[in-house]
């Protein structure tokens, strides 16, 4: 790596660590103050409370790098402008995509590692944090939802259960069809379909329904009236809370749950919204640096106070309209990779008309 390139990335690097570290602090603190009643009703031992936010962290910082990013590359490559380092540079024969290189590269690496961290680490973390909060806050709050619409359920490896709604009230599901796959989900080798599942004596039993079972060339049909399932190996409490919120799994386990949706006729495209948003996301670390930056090596009187400014204001207008795209992916308004792209795309398309319009 050429000097000039580590000392760029030197003076970038010192500012996005402080940065991210501040926003963490602030992050912390705001939310510790939000739920510290809830910990102090509890009785929540303080090793447990610093282990919740040891769990949160990951995702904090998944959340604030995009905000640090912006405000290192405005700050860094700012102050450079401010005391005709640029100049000086560019005086020397180094254009401005050549001294910017080193940070979009750093950019796209940082993108391709939250990306990666988003399937393999992220998961993880969020569900202990989960099970933190509901072990030791929710232990003794009732929950007051009693029904639960459209719950999947992995019974095994190959076989899956949707129930259309459930019952906590009375512990029975309503609209019950169970599939049982074969050859890596290419084929369906048996469905069940049932009006009702009923917890009863600690066992699953499936009533009023139909098995279908199918090879390669017939079909058999049994109907029955009521079907002892001992091999679902999950309780009631399990059942009503068995999908995951969707930064609880990784980009595969989503796929695979949107796909059982499909396979039951659901409409999956709020999922896919937010399937779709596991890649998009961790691109904005590099699209923010693609903005900011050859913005800030625009020569300006305004100080280190103005930059803050303009990195929040960005900032806000960029994760406002990510926001937004995904509301209205949710509820169907716009197709789902486009609602999961739109801010990227929109602040992409700037980036790349300002590096354009910079001088070279």
């Not at 079909?219 to 029955?224: C, L, Q």
């Not at 949706?261 to 948003?277: A, E, F, H, T």
């Not at 400014?309 to 995904?326: D, M, P, R």
């Amino acid at each position: 790596m050429r000097i000039l390139d580590k000392y760029i990335l030197r003076r970038f690097l010192g500012t996005l660590l402080f940065s991210l570290v501040a926003f963490s602090i602030i992050f912390i603190i705001v939310d510790l103050i939000g739920y510290m009643d809830k910990f102090i009703d509890r009785d929540v031992p303080r090793l447990v409370v610093a282990q919740y936010y040891f769990y949160y962290l990951p995702y904090i910082i998944v959340l604030s790098l995009p905000v640090a990013m912006l405000l290192a590359s405005l700050f860094s490559i700012g102050q450079m402008t401010r005391y005709n380092e640029i100049v000086a540079m560019s005086a020397s024969g180094v254009s401005l995509y050549r001294i910017l290189r080193p940070l979009f590269i750093f950019g796209l690496i940082c993108s391709v590692f939250i990306l990666y961290s988003g399937e393999k680490f992220i998961p993880i973390t969020n569900q202990k944090k989960i099970n933190i909060y509901q072990t030791y806050v929710s232990k003794s709050k009732k929950k007051n939802k009693t029904r639960h619409n459209d719950v999947y359920a992995q019974i095994s490896e190959n076989q899956w259960m949707h129930v259309g709604y459930f019952d906590t009230r009375i512990n029975t599901g309503f609209k019950v069809s169970v599939q049982r796959f074969e050859d890596n989900y290419s084929h369906i080798n048996q469905r069940i379909d049932a009006a009702k599942i009923i917890w009863q004596d600690s066992t699953w039993a499936l009533q009023n329904g139909v098995i279908r079972d199918f090879d390669r060339r017939t079909e058999i049909i049994e109907k029955f009236d009521k079907l002892q399932r001992p091999d679902f190996e999950f309780d009631v409490q399990e059942i009503s809370n068995s999908q995951k919120k969707t930064e609880e799994m990784s980009y595969w386990e989503l796929n695979r749950f949107i796909e059982n949706i499909r396979r039951n006729g659901g409409n999956p495209n709020r999922w896919l919204v937010d399937l779709y948003m596991k890649i998009s996301f961790p691109f904005a670390n590099l699209i923010i640096i693609l903005f900011g930056a050859p913005l800030a090596s625009r020569k300006t009187r305004s100080g280190p106070a103005v930059s803050f400014g303009i990195s929040l204001l960005i900032c806000f207008l960029y994760f406002g309209i990510i926001k937004v795209g995904q509301a209205l992916g949710h509820n169907g308004t716009l197709p789902p990779l486009l609602a999961a792209w739109i801010g990227n795309i929109i602040f992409g398309t700037a980036a790349i008309y300002i590096l354009f319009k910079m001088r070279k």
